[in-house]
């Protein structure tokens, strides 16, 4: 009887609390449905119920998701996800650096790192200025004219190594220059560094430069029927004085000799034995030997007087080759059928070159020695320079080689082909060390150095400095870290 009366009022209690419980959820949703603001007491009523229940867990939550701006959603887990809303990101996510990193809807992770990043650059940009203060700075371009790769080894004033081997290159070069016809001889005015070529059928001697252009065609007739002074050979007056540098030409056809001056005109004319064919200058009498085939003589023309003087073939050594100038050039050659002079030209040109600066730091190095802070490197093209060599000699004479990967150099502020070397810091330039690396084919590299010269007052300590009478010391100056960014990583 009384378990009977038990069950009828549990199951009456029961039935009064399940109908009541539908009329206060009802009540609630209606109250709230339209109404954001109190949509947003709701969630704030669960986030303090949540803060006070969970406070060792919700600040840990509060510590990985929040911001300096003291946002409290982001402690409840269904508002840790960011939603694609930049206003909301400028609210939860601002910083002390501002807010132009977090204007997208990534990352906290990925939104700290830009923060970081950024605190890096600005850095750097410390540091760059703390090297212009403090330091000297030295700038060493490097330029690679040749197409291959090539060794290059800087300072070390005291060995006799070369920048690079071989130094320089030959290049053999020809040009083919169209004179007149039927060129026979030409020689080398050392008067002008000129040319003279005597064209035996176009009755004319043309004057080249070197490098192949034609001066000028001096005519020595003014007949136009080719042929009737045939010059076929040259000499040149080589006495210091005032023909020095005069060019004569003989014509085989019309016995005579001209004298061609430094006007590239024809100045005055000497007649000649019949058929000359051969004319030298002698030095020791100031005279041009003329070989005349025809008479069977010798004519010599005194180059000031004008005087002449004929040897018959008879007498010995009247054609002798006493103090005869070499005035044949070995680097010309005439092709008489194709009327051409070739000219071969030999020059040596050089594979590396370094500017001026490099090479007066290099010799003031030997013997005042400096000490390196940083270094900077920029390379043109898209090769790297991927490693730098420090080579230093020991006082037993040993090399000691420290390599350098200039790969985990790259510059902070991501240019392509910069490296920011902070690994040589405390590397001295001196006549003992030396740098050596690879440069690309064609390839301009240029160092940028910070250093101090090796000065006492820089070693000394301030109050050993001042007792020595050196006001300007300031003591061992204070370091920066070798890392620079290493307080912010």
């Known amino acids: 009887m009384h378990k009977l009366l038990f069950i009828t009022m549990a199951v009456f209690t029961m039935g009064a609390t399940i109908k009541l419980a539908p009329n206060k959820t009802d009540d609630i949703a209606c109250e709230s449905c339209d109404d954001p603001s109190v949509i947003k007491r709701t969630i704030h009523s669960n986030e303090n119920a949540y803060m006070n229940n969970n406070s060792v867990k919700y600040r840990n939550q509060l510590k990985k998701w929040g911001t300096r701006s003291g946002v409290m959603h982001v402690a409840l887990p269904e508002t840790k996800k960011p939603i694609c809303d930049t206003t909301r990101d400028s609210r939860f996510y601002a910083t002390d650096e501002g807010v132009m990193e977090i204007s997208d809807c990534s990352s906290l992770s990925r939104k700290r790192n830009l923060i970081k990043d950024q605190k890096q650059k600005e850095a750097f940009k410390n540091y760059q200025k703390y090297l212009y203060k403090e330091f000297d700075v030295m700038q060493v371009v490097v330029k690679n004219h040749t197409p291959e790769i090539r060794d290059v080894c800087l300072w070390g004033g005291n060995s006799d190594k070369p920048i690079t081997d071989p130094l320089f290159i030959e290049n053999d070069e020809s040009i083919d220059v169209l004179v007149g016809t039927h060129p026979q001889q030409v020689v080398l005015n050392p008067a002008n560094n000129l040319l003279y070529v005597a064209n035996q059928l176009s009755d004319s001697v043309s004057v080249v430069e070197r490098n192949g252009n034609v ?149 003031d190095f030997k013997f005042s020695p400096g000490m390196l802070k940083h270094l900077k490197i920029v390379a043109s093209g898209e090769r790297r320079v991927n490693a730098l060599q420090l080579l230093q000699k020991s006082i037993a004479w040993k090399e000691i080689c420290k390599t350098l990967s200039l790969g985990n150099y790259q510059s902070p502020q991501s240019f392509q082909n910069v490296s920011e070397v902070f690994g040589v810091d405390g590397s001295m330039l001196d006549g003992q060390n030396s740098w050596c690396f690879k440069i690309g084919g064609l390839q301009t590299i240029t160092f940028i150095l910070y250093y101090k010269k090796m000065e006492m007052y820089n070693l000394l300590p301030e109050k050993a400095s001042l007792a020595y009478g050196v006001q300007m010391s300031k003591g061992i100056p204070k370091r920066v870290p070798k890392n620079p960014f290493k307080s912010i990583l």
């Open 215 to 363: 001066v000028a065609t001096i005519p020595l007739t003014e007949n136009t029927m080719p042929g009737t002074v045939s010059p076929v050979a040259l000499a040149v007056n080589t006495n210091q004085g005032y023909f020095y540098g005069m060019v004569y030409v003989i014509g085989s056809v019309s016995n005579k000799m001209y004298h061609l001056g430094l006007n590239h005109k024809v100045v005055d004319i000497n007649g000649t034995g019949k058929r000359p064919t051969e004319i030298r200058f002698d030095n020791a009498t100031n005279e041009l030997v003329i070989k005349n085939v025809v008479s069977k003589s010798t004519t010599r023309i005194n180059a000031q007087t004008q005087t002449q003087t004929v040897t018959p073939w008879g007498i010995p050594n009247q054609f002798r080759r006493v103090d005869e100038p070499d005035v044949t050039p070995d680097f010309a050659k005439v092709f008489t059928r194709k009327n051409l002079l070739t000219i071969f030209n030999s020059s040596k040109s050089p594979t590396v070159t370094i500017n001026d600066e490099y090479h007066e730091e290099r010799e």
